[in-house]
């Protein structure tokens, strides 16, 4: 019997042969990932941990400033500061400053510290994202990364996989978000919780990296563990760009068990929006639209889709027109690079002549944290990953999760728009 | 961790999801009472008032969706909530709270049988908890033998010291 992706990262990360799911297994850690407030509760438990003077290796900890950053308040500055303070007293190699990073997910692969076949632990959610790079990676609390960042490992208990099959080509105007979003209705917020997501089939073989990120970022919003592509030869080249170290490209067997099989038929997918207030209430666009549901905010960004391929749909819908009157829009680019990248190809000229606002790189609209707060009453359309109660503000807002172009079309109309649509009317 | 805790059942729905459990905006907070004072507030602007110390949320399934932020736990504990039971419970929230020494406890038949207001005994050496309102008694799941004895050792943090300890021989 042959083991998924999963199983098999993790056994070899412990040491074994073969692990089955449910097993509990301890796990040599890769990388371990932390932002200011996940750092600041962490290092917190590791001060009170006796013998623990030193992280286990200050080349695997990553350490990223990016969400309530530039410090929304001096209550933010101290925890921004305390983990600085902690970098610098570790000599922590990955320490990511405002101006110097962005948005943690976006960072580390641009920056090369995934790769495939590693563990990734991170105190974030959204830590899943690197199973766009054929990598195990998940998030946990801050006294689980305490104790990672001291020991090196992690216990994990092996989680049973869900294999998710796409068939067929993305229409005009869909993109990986459409699918996942469809996805996550399909499987529900709690469909794959304690499992892993294995994504397959023809479609995803040909979407792009970016396309992966997004979709492995939202496996968490169907409660899963993980979420995990196969790399590929694109996965490789755009890792040997960044990194020189060694990695292993491991496969699931093809007798390997999964708990479950779906199907996804992509041909006739429209582009989708999750509605108010679970990630799983999707609905196709024309349904939505249908309602003329008008907007008070469009945000563009987060570590869903944040990145420069983003940005460039964005930039195409807006390019030379304005956004609609009593709206505002949003854009984060997810990283420095990315906000360098988007400068020297004049999007951020082209976003902000149509009356975007740009902003630093940064989480902070996509929690509620600042810089896009939601006030009583307000609906906004983002290209974010969660639409839960009081998620980006006011208990009392809502928010419609959809892509890049449908949040860019949604921004010239003020409702909810089918880029599509948008597109024959010739707006 | 005490041997038992008694308080009244406060009751909710299924995805009780960790943005209303202590909203983003409350994430730079560190203090468990501060914390405590905004438990729930994005699902129950009432929650932390009309509680009392020792009382237990009892919800159905998917407890704790969402982030992974430890302040949520680390939030209703602060608000002096003694236990919480549920259907079941997110993944990452569920280590979280065996983390932090926050009771939890699966059982569909409690929450079932538990009306808003009830009054709760909990007992989490056994997973016992008592309807003493409703004279019923319902198991929760027992935890994995492994997480059992993390709870037993105290929790991870001596877990930890005792590995440091191995390694330095």
Redesign the interface.
């Known amino acids: 019997m042959g083991m998924t992706l999963t199983e098999k990262i993790l056994a070899r990360h412990s040491g074994q042969d073969r692990v089955e799911p449910g097993q509990i297994i301890n796990a040599k850690v890769d990388l371990v990932l932390a932002n200011e407030l996940s750092a600041a509760v962490a290092i917190g438990v590791m001060r009170g941990i006796k013998g623990a003077d030193r992280v286990f290796d200050s080349s695997r900890i990553a350490l990223v400033e990016d969400h309530f950053v530039p410090a929304k308040d001096a209550q933010s500055a101290k925890l921004a500061k305390l983990m600085k303070d902690f970098a610098i007293e570790q000599n922590i190699e990955h320490f990511f400053d405002v101006g110097r990073g962005g948005i943690e997910h976006v960072v580390l692969p641009e920056e090369g510290l995934i790769a495939p076949g590693e563990l990734i632990v991170g105190g974030d959610s959204h830590t899943c994202t690197y199973g766009a790079f054929g990598a195990f990676a998940t998030g946990m609390g801050s006294t689980d990364i305490a104790a990672a960042f001291v020991l090196g490992e992690v216990w994990l208990k092996v989680p049973g996989s869900i294999k998710l099959v796409y068939n067929g080509n993305l229409g005009h105007m869909v993109y990986a978000k459409d699918l996942m979003l469809r996805t996550v209705g399909e499987l529900g917020i709690d469909g794959a919780t304690y499992r892993a997501i294995e994504y397959h089939g023809t479609t995803v073989d040909e979407l792009s990296i970016t396309g992966r990120i997004t979709m492995a970022n939202m496996a968490i919003e169907a409660g899963a563990k993980n979420g995990i592509f196969h790399a590929d030869a694109k996965t490789i080249a755009y890792v040997k760009e960044r990194t020189s170290r060694n990695f292993v490209v491991e496969g699931a067997d093809a007798d390997a068990v999964y708990e479950r099989v779906v199907t996804i038929d992509v041909d006739s997918l429209e582009p989708q929006v999750a509605c108010p207030h679970t990630p799983d209430n999707v609905h196709p666009i024309s349904e939505v639209a249908a309602d003329n549901v008008n907007v008070d905010q469009v945000f563009i960004g987060s570590c869903t889709n944040g990145y420069i391929e983003d940005l460039r749909v964005v930039a195409k819908i807006l390019e030379g027109k304005k956004i609609a009157s009593n709206l505002r829009v949003i854009v984060n680019p997810g990283s420095q690079k990315v906000w360098m990248q988007a400068a020297q190809e004049g999007i951020l000229t082209t976003l902000a002549g149509a009356g975007c606002v740009v902003n630093t790189p940064g989480c902070g609209a996509c929690f509620g944290g600042h810089m896009g707060t939601l006030g009583d009453g307000e609906r906004a359309i983002s290209t974010t990953n969660r639409n839960y109660v009081g998620r980006m503000g006011s208990p009392k807002a809502e928010v419609f999760l959809a892509s890049p172009a449908t949040c860019a079309a949604s921004a010239l109309t003020g409702k909810i728009t089918d880029p599509r649509v948008l597109e024959l009317a010739g707006v | 961790m005490e041997d038992s805790m008694r308080g009244k059942a406060h009751k909710y729905g299924k995805?009780v999801?960790t943005?209303?459990i202590i909203?983003?905006?409350y994430?730079?907070?560190?203090d468990p009472v501060e914390l405590g004072k905004h438990a729930l507030?994005?699902?129950d602007?009432e929650y932390t008032a009309k509680m009392k110390t020792g009382d237990i949320i009892v919800a159905d399934?998917?407890f704790g969706?969402?982030?992974?932020?430890?302040?949520a736990?680390?939030a209703i504990k602060g608000s002096g909530t003694s236990a919480v039971i549920a259907k079941?419970f997110?993944?990452?929230f569920y280590?979280?709270a065996l983390?932090?020494g926050l009771p939890i406890f699966e059982s569909e038949a409690a929450v079932d049988g538990i009306a808003n207001g009830d009054e709760i005994e909990v007992r989490p050496a056994t997973g016992t908890i008592v309807n003493h309102t409703k004279g019923e008694q319902y198991q929760a799941a027992e935890f994995?033998p492994?997480m059992r004895s993390l709870i037993d050792a105290g929790?991870?943090?001596p877990?930890?010291?005792k590995?440091?300890?191995q390694a330095?021989g």
Do not use: M, W
């Open positions: 995805n999801d943005d209303v909203p983003g905006k994430c730079n907070i560190i507030e994005g699902l602007p399934t998917n969706c969402g982030s992974s932020r430890e302040v736990p680390i079941s997110a993944r990452i280590r979280n983390n932090i994995p492994f929790g991870l943090v877990y930890v010291e590995r440091l300890a330095k």
